[in-house]
């Protein structure tokens, strides 16, 4: 079936990088809005970037804007979140999503990985 399913994710020191992988599998996402959210305990999920398949309009959180870069990668079927300069509010646990509206709601997704953890320490 649909599947996708980040990587990437660990511990670090502020300041430090991370850079989350998802592979997707099961269909293409060709034609679908792929992005990234992140939640935190006792938090919403809160929308951190987008980006179509192909590669436009990337878009993202004023939150991260400037330290965090969205992509995608058509040879091994990726969505990647490479993020720069870490700060402690940046601790959640990520999820890649793909949908067919370019929003940041989570509601309009569609397709969802089981997430994976990223820890900021001061």
Do not use: H
Not at 12 to 21: I, K, T
Not at 54 to 82: C, E, H, W
Request: charged letters at 20%.
């Amino acid at each position: 079936q649909e599947q996708l399913v980040e990587s990437g994710g660990g511990s670090v020191q502020a300041g430090g990088s991370l850079r989350l992988s998802c592979a997707a599998s099961g269909r293409t996402f060709s034609r679908y809005v792929m992005a990234w959210f992140r939640q935190a305990p006792g938090k919403e999920r809160e929308f951190v970037a987008r980006i179509f398949w192909s590669g436009d309009m990337p878009y993202y959180a004023d939150s991260v804007k400037g330290r965090f870069t969205i992509s995608t990668n058509n040879a091994k079927n990726t969505l990647d979140l490479q993020m720069n300069s870490l700060k402690p509010e940046d601790t959640a646990v990520y999820y890649c999503t793909a949908g067919g509206r370019a929003t940041a709601n989570s509601n309009d997704y569609n397709y969802w990985g089981q997430g994976t953890q990223v820890t900021v320490s001061s």
